[in-house]
């Protein structure tokens, strides 16, 4: 996309790649903006339930197949999240 100049550039920005733009834009606002209202702890652990979020909607939506390494992972998160949440 670097690559890309004027016209070519255009053609290739479509509506959706803006609503996902804006999206990450707005969800790194609220990061910044749970960061002013909460120690930032907390807020890591939260944003990085993320991780878990998409795993599961990996499997739900997307059908993939989610291995012993995903699921791994997940797992970890989740007890950061919940032993940040109980200190």
Do not use: K, M, N
Not at 7 to 31: F, K, M, N, Q
Not at 71 to 78: D, F, K, M, R, S
């Amino acid at each position: 996309a670097l690559a890309l100049r004027g016209r070519d550039l255009r053609a290739e920005v479509r509506p959706r790649a803006l609503v996902t733009g804006a999206c990450i834009v707005g969800a790194y606002g609220s990061v910044l903006a749970a960061l002013r209202l909460a120690d930032a702890a907390p807020v890591a652990a939260v944003r990085e339930s993320s991780v878990v979020i998409a795993a599961l909607l990996a499997a739900v939506l997307l059908h993939e197949e989610v291995d012993r390494r995903r699921i791994g992972g997940a797992l970890l998160v989740v007890g950061g999240v919940a032993a940040i949440a109980y200190s």
